[in-house]
């Protein structure tokens, strides 16, 4: 499978594209509408973003004691359930009166929910799509995240002009709403891909299972540590250009499209494990110019082809995926997103300590050194997954686990 055409002709895939658009719009309609909301009655910066931002810490805890839910449920029924859930948080927000803390309980049940829908969601792309074209398939629905992220900024901006903040987030579950009914008759009726109770032990079991290996270790943690530190660049756009942070987060989202779409689409199989690593240096090296004065124009330019490394990301995924076996792959890629948000929080927060006490494009370069030392250490435990199986427990499984506590 070599085009998207080939892609949208496979059954089930639009359903499931169409659903993931309404719910990442649904989502990031809702953080605007909740953000404002919050705000206006708080008057307090720290918990209007915390608002916004406060489902992904939700989602660290889901990936420590749920995770194992995503490859123990029906994956159609799961993934209504959360998109009815999401619809569901959204009109209990917008009810009128809700105590602060009720509508903080509210946003962190709905993070821990998120935290098996991820899992769910790409273990099932797995099976929908031949065994050649997960990357196509996952390169298409970042580029529909992406795209609905601006499309649902964009739109909260318009609305919010127009409409309260409360009718907003109506219309947010709205779009959730419409999600579940897409995947509840788009999607055909599939079993579990694992047996057994779902449990905390049992995710802290898989868990560990799934970073026993220096290889699967190896690319857990070239896909969250390097990133994650690049994302603190990101994160000092505002403190670097005020008046122009806008520009270069369009950029960066450009820069990433721009990769995704590409290594989904024109790499090979061989390009795709000849350019991982280029593409993990590449994602760094960029921002060491941010320790010079740069003009806007250049200064986008140098984000634009920094971001185009993230699909190093999307490359590392297909290795995950051939070594993992198939009854615990919906863990497995939930870890793998879960692990990435919480790097990403981490090198945002070390990158704003930073920046307390060196210039803001300083602080972005001594990101980017980090960044670049961290992948070239991972270099030598990288290469025993590409192409070859390391040795070990191979491939991890649901099975493995329960004979090897």
């Given at each position: 499978?070599?085009?998207?055409?080939?892609?949208?002709?496979?059954?089930?895939?639009?359903?499931?594209?169409?659903?993931?658009?309404?719910?990442?719009?649904?989502?990031?309609?809702?953080?605007?509408?909740?953000?404002?909301?919050?705000?206006?009655?708080?008057?307090?910066?720290?918990?209007?973003?915390?608002?916004?931002?406060?489902?992904?810490?939700?989602?660290?805890?889901?990936?420590?004691?749920?995770?194992?839910?995503?490859?123990?449920?029906?994956?159609?029924?799961?993934?209504?359930?959360?998109?009815?859930?999401?619809?569901?948080?959204?009109?209990?927000?917008?009810?009128?009166?809700?105590?602060?803390?009720?509508?903080?309980?509210?946003?962190?049940?709905?993070?821990?929910?998120?935290?098996?829908?991820?899992?769910?969601?790409?273990?099932?792309?797995?099976?929908?799509?031949?065994?050649?074209?997960?990357?196509?398939?996952?390169?298409?629905?970042?580029i529909s995240v992406g795209a609905m992220q601006i499309a649902g900024f964009a739109l909260g901006g318009i609305l919010?002009?127009?409409?309260?903040?409360?009718?907003?987030?109506?219309?947010?579950?709205?779009?959730?709403?419409?999600?579940?009914?897409?995947?509840?008759?788009?999607?055909?009726?599939?079993?579990?891909?694992?047996?057994?109770?779902?449990?905390?032990?049992?995710?802290?079991?898989?868990?560990?299972?799934?970073?026993?290996?220096?290889?699967?270790?190896?690319?857990?943690?070239?896909?969250?540590?390097?990133?994650?530190?690049?994302?603190?660049?990101?994160?000092?756009?505002?403190?670097?250009?005020?008046?122009?942070?806008?520009?270069?987060?369009?950029?960066?989202?450009?820069?990433?499209?721009?990769?995704?779409?590409?290594?989904?689409?024109?790499?090979?199989?061989?390009?795709?494990?000849?350019?991982?690593?280029?593409?993990?240096?590449?994602?760094?090296?960029?921002?060491?110019?941010?320790?010079?004065?740069?003009?806007?124009?250049?200064?986008?330019?140098?984000?634009?082809?920094?971001?185009?490394?993230?699909?190093?990301?999307?490359?590392?995924?297909?290795?995950?995926?051939?070594?993992?076996?198939?009854?615990?792959?919906?863990?497995?890629?939930?870890?793998?997103?879960?692990?990435?948000?919480?790097?990403?929080?981490?090198?945002?927060?070390?990158?704003?300590?930073?920046?307390?006490?060196?210039?803001?494009?300083?602080?972005?370069?001594?990101?980017?050194?980090?960044?670049?030392?961290?992948?070239?250490?991972?270099?030598?435990?990288?290469?025993?997954?590409?192409?070859?199986p390391p040795p070990g427990p191979q491939p991890a499984t649901a099975q493995a686990v329960a004979e090897h506590p």
């Amino acid at each position: 499978m070599r085009t998207y055409q080939e892609l949208f002709r496979t059954p089930e895939f639009t359903p499931l594209f169409a659903a993931s658009c309404a719910q990442v719009a649904s989502t990031t309609l809702n953080g605007l509408a909740l953000a404002t909301l919050v705000y206006a009655r708080t008057d307090s910066p720290l918990l209007a973003a915390l608002s916004m931002f406060g489902p992904s810490f939700a989602e660290l805890v889901g990936a420590t004691t749920l995770l194992s839910v995503a490859d123990r449920v029906r994956p159609r029924a799961a993934l209504t359930l959360t998109a009815l859930a999401g619809g569901l948080a959204g009109l209990a927000l917008a009810v009128p009166g809700m105590p602060l803390w009720a509508m903080f309980a509210v946003i962190l049940a709905l993070g821990l929910v998120s935290s098996v829908s991820g899992g769910v969601r790409y273990g099932l792309l797995n099976e929908i799509v031949p065994p050649n074209g997960y990357v196509l398939g996952r390169s298409a629905l970042n580029i529909s995240v992406g795209a609905m992220q601006i499309a649902g900024f964009a739109l909260g901006g318009i609305l919010l002009a127009v409409v309260s903040p409360r009718a907003a987030l109506a219309i947010s579950a709205a779009l959730a709403f419409v999600a579940a009914l897409v995947l509840r008759w788009g999607l055909s009726a599939r079993p579990a891909r694992a047996s057994g109770r779902p449990s905390v032990a049992a995710t802290w079991q898989v868990n560990r299972h799934l970073l026993s290996t220096p290889a699967r270790r190896a690319v857990y943690l070239a896909t969250w540590v390097p990133n994650g530190l690049v994302v603190g660049c990101e994160a000092l756009f505002v403190p670097y250009a005020p008046r122009s942070a806008a520009v270069l987060f369009v950029a960066a989202a450009l820069g990433m499209l721009f990769g995704d779409l590409a290594a989904g689409r024109f790499l090979t199989p061989e390009a795709r494990r000849r350019y991982v690593t280029p593409l993990r240096f590449l994602l760094a090296l960029p921002y060491l110019l941010f320790a010079l004065p740069l003009s806007t124009p250049v200064a986008a330019g140098v984000v634009a082809v920094a971001s185009i490394g993230f699909a190093s990301t999307l490359l590392l995924q297909e290795r995950l995926i051939a070594l993992i076996g198939e009854d615990v792959r919906g863990q497995a890629l939930g870890l793998h997103v879960t692990g990435m948000k919480a790097m990403q929080a981490a090198g945002a927060t070390l990158a704003g300590l930073l920046a307390q006490y060196l210039p803001a494009g300083a602080a972005m370069a001594v990101m980017a050194v980090a960044s670049l030392a961290v992948t070239a250490m991972l270099n030598p435990a990288l290469r025993l997954s590409n192409g070859t199986p390391p040795p070990g427990p191979q491939p991890a499984t649901a099975q493995a686990v329960a004979e090897h506590p």
